[in-house]
């Protein structure tokens, strides 16, 4: 989706914990089916696993480091946003465990692609953006305005919930339209 001569993009890096760097031994009990263990058998981790503890955050250190070295600058203030500008143009990255949402000029996403994948990331690119992290976008026509709305999520439960919620007290927020 292009819009202000900008592109966004949503990138999923596919089995992004698994790209975390153990920082200290970890022993896990040798799972069920195995051959050839004994009840006092474990294994050591070589690797950060799914539903270890230390996994999203061994990830994020990991994403970080490679963002840093292909020319991104932030995370401080903010430490899910980062930010490179270069001769292609202008580009951020904001962050969510293994979802990226991409904007900036076309040439710069691209080579911030090209580069994750010299990383040896797996990344799935989505290039629409109606929908990010529950939160429906809304452009104008001119799409020279945007506007985030979890409208969609309260939708998304009513719709799965059916009665369950029905009828339960609606609350207005400084943020509610009127």
Known sequence: MIYFGLQAK???VETAFLYGELEEEIYMECPQGMRDVTKDDVLLLTACIYGLVQAARQYYKKVVKILKEIGFTGGDVDPCLFCKRSDKGIFFIALYVDDNLRIGHPAAIDDAIRQ???HDLILKIEDTLHDYLSCEIKFSNDRSKAWLRQMY???NIENTFGTEVSG????????TPG
């Not at 339960?168 to 943020?175: A, E, K, V």
């Open 10 to 12: 949503i990138v999923d």
């Open 116 to 118: 994750m994948k010299e």
């Open 153 to 155: 999520l309260i939708s």
């Open 168 to 175: 339960l007290r609606s609350y207005l927020t400084p943020g």
